[in-house]
């Protein structure tokens, strides 16, 4: 698989497209470039020397990098990144910053900044961190949650109790179905195995089982996912109360396949 593979484009007032791709990482990390023209935003660097390989390799100014949370797997390549661009700017959360450093612009919720000629709103989403971030681009309908929300499952509450990661999911559950998420690690088969043996006979999710295993014995990304989507076969995002998703993550907690 091409790790430059152009995943989504859209078409901006000013003419130049915005595209969207992903660089797989580790072990199943991804960390998510914005281009437009020449310039580029990078999300969530795990590492460095990939990443700048690939704006290298075509030719782009690395304007900003955005995180999303402080876990070493989503900051580690920014030092290396800012050794090559040192002019980018880092966009993290405020209330992070002890843990999230370099940062040249910190964001909360709420906020809203442009990049690449694009509208990009911060959007709180705590549960797997106390000051997880989301990036949500209303105008091209792409949102970057980190950890927070993954194609048929969530982030582990290593920070944040059930009730904040309820509401963080029903919150980006009620962003426009056809919003494109790019979530941040390649669990998706893990994730539809363990909700097809704990809902047997639920339809979507056994489709979905269906068509992710054909992906990946294909050697597809399953990412980017779809909020309409994930609202039809992620057992987390159809939870209908805290408890209720409570009893899910500590039910996957455990789960060993
Ligand atoms: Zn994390």
């Not at 091409?2 to 078409?11: F, K, V, Y």
Request: a negative charge.
């Amino acid at each position: 698989m091409s790790s430059l593979n152009p995943r989504a484009t859209t078409e901006p007032a000013g003419g130049l497209l915005l595209q969207v791709w992903l660089i797989p990482v580790l072990r199943d990390n991804y960390v998510f470039v914005l281009q437009r023209g020449r310039e580029a935003v990078v999300v969530d660097p795990a590492v460095d020397q990939p990443v700048a390989a690939a704006l290298k390799a075509r030719d782009l100014q690395l304007q900003a990098i955005l995180h999303t949370h402080h876990h070493s797997d989503h900051i580690g390549g920014t030092p290396g990144l800012l050794q090559v661009w040192p002019q980018a700017q880092v966009i993290a959360a405020a209330a992070d910053r002890s843990r999230i450093p370099l940062q040249t612009k910190g964001v909360s919720d709420g906020d809203s900044f442009q990049l690449l000629g694009e509208t990009i709103k911060v959007l709180a989403v705590p549960g797997h961190t106390r000051a997880h971030l989301a990036y949500w681009l209303p105008g091209s309908g792409h949102l970057f949650c980190g950890d927070t929300l993954f194609a048929a499952g969530c982030g582990r509450l290593f920070e944040g109790s059930a009730e904040q990661m309820h509401t963080s999911l029903q919150r980006l559950g009620a962003l426009p179905a056809a919003t494109q998420v790019w979530c941040t690690h390649e669990y998706t088969e893990g994730n539809l195995r363990w909700a097809s043996a704990v809902a047997p006979n639920d339809g979507p999710i056994a489709d979905r089982l269906d068509q992710v295993l054909q992906q990946r014995a294909a050697g597809h990304f399953t990412v980017p996912t779809s909020i309409g989507l994930e609202k039809s076969t992620n057992l987390f995002v159809r939870a209908s109360t805290d408890a209720e998703l409570a009893a899910l993550r500590g039910h996957k907690d455990g789960w060993s396949g």
